[in-house]
């Protein structure tokens, strides 16, 4: 009678340490997911500065190369000349 | 009783004085950045990339650290916006202060069973031990709780920095008469270092919850009304401090005894509504995450 008593007490204190286990994991897994939403948001923040940066740099690049076209372009009519 | 001749120690206005001037000062604007943009919902992946930046070292730290075992990312992080992409916004936020704090416990300066080694050791076990139960018992992300956390006995520091021989003697006396140290500190200097690490708290404007947490984190406020939220903070860091002590993780060899007692621990626990057995789990899990950091190398600077 004493050792089932025992065991069922074991039991018992194994039960809510699960208990407390099961919760914690819950409470911990809510605030995970929403910080991945923000994450994500984040990311997506980033994304949009990383595409503006590339847009400028490609802007950038396109006006050099106008004006190395222009210049050869007017180097060679000197030769020409 | 045998009377012992002590150092003088200085009054707290100097220590403040001198810690204000000193590189200690300079994590109190990082802090506040890092507590701004965790408090507000809005701040954008670009501030704190921005704020990170403009520091180099510590920049390349926390880029070092994106990039360790720690994380597990399998590709190369070379950039603070790949790390808030990889490892979270949240996680760099804490990475970048855990990096600056850390940076004045980098120097080992042992004096009697005192070491800035285990101290350091401490207040990160207190940091995560409150970051874990306002996660995991008040569903709450705590971004404040960890910053405060981290710096609730930066008073030691101030005092072992400051007046050196005075700390010697402090140290001392506690370990001989098994004191603690907020005891000897009263009769020694006139105050605690718990009074020392709010009024820097203060000086660097940091908020009124997170410099009344320091004030409090050796005994429970019982100036605020029990259950009381502005209470939480002040009663987490001050039940995390206590079971770190008692799980070993002191700054001092032998370990000197905490202000409360065990009574006044529980009832702190009941006020906040902790099951003992959900804290003891809780401080597994830290001893755990400390070993894993200390195998890979990266508890320390």
Redesign the interface.
């Given at each position: 009678m004493k050792g089932k008593r025992k065991e069922l007490n074991e039991d018992q204190r194994k039960i809510?340490?699960l208990e407390?286990?099961c919760?914690?994991l819950e409470?911990?897994l809510?605030?995970t997911r929403t910080?991945?939403r923000?994450?994500a948001l984040?990311?997506l923040?980033?994304l949009t500065?990383?595409n503006m940066k590339n847009a400028e740099l490609e802007f950038l690049r396109q006006v050099l190369s106008n004006k190395v076209s222009a210049e050869k372009q007017e180097n060679a009519g000197g030769t020409e000349c | 009783m045998k009377k012992t001749k002590h150092h003088a120690s200085l009054s707290l206005e100097s220590l403040i004085s001198k810690a204000a001037l000193s590189p200690l000062s300079s994590i109190g604007p990082v802090v506040h950045k890092v507590m701004a943009i965790l408090r507000n919902p809005a701040s954008?992946?670009?501030e704190l990339?921005e704020m990170i930046e403009v520091d180099p070292p510590l920049c390349s730290q926390v880029l070092r650290r994106a990039n360790s075992a720690y994380y597990g990312i399998r590709r190369d992080i070379s950039s603070i916006?790949e790390a808030?992409?990889f490892i979270?916004?949240?996680a760099v936020t804490e990475l970048a202060l855990s990096l600056k704090v850390g940076k004045i416990f980098e120097q080992e300066h042992k004096v009697g069973g005192y070491s800035r080694k285990a101290l350091w050791k401490h207040s990160l076990a207190v940091a995560l031990c409150c970051k874990y139960i306002y996660?995991?018992?008040?569903?709450?992300?705590g971004d404040d709780i960890y910053s405060t956390a981290l710096l609730h006995d930066l008073g030691i520091i101030a005092e072992e920095q400051f007046m050196p021989n005075a700390f010697a003697d402090l140290i001392e006396r506690c370990v001989s008469e098994n004191a603690s140290l907020p005891k000897i500190e009263e009769e020694l200097f006139g105050y605690t270092h718990a009074g020392v690490g709010q009024r820097l708290a203060s000086h660097w404007r940091l908020p009124a919850e997170m410099t009344a947490a320091i004030m409090h984190h050796e005994k429970p406020p019982s100036i605020l009304p029990p259950g009381a939220k502005q209470s939480r903070p002040a009663l987490t860091v001050c039940i995390a401090n206590y079971a770190c002590i008692r799980a070993g993780f002191s700054c001092c060899e032998p370990p000197l005894p905490p202000v409360i007692e065990e009574g006044k621990y529980e009832e702190a626990l009941a006020q906040l509504q902790i099951?003992k057995?959900?804290l003891e789990?809780?401080i597994t899990e830290v001893q755990g995450e400390l070993k894993q950091l200390q195998e890979n190398g990266e508890l320390y600077l």
């Open positions: 809510e340490e407390i286990i919760r914690h409470n911990d809510f605030l910080e991945n923000e994450n984040k990311y923040e980033l500065e990383l | 954008s992946a670009t990339k916006q808030i992409v979270g916004f949240n996660r995991r018992e008040f569903r709450e992300r099951p057995r959900a789990l809780i």
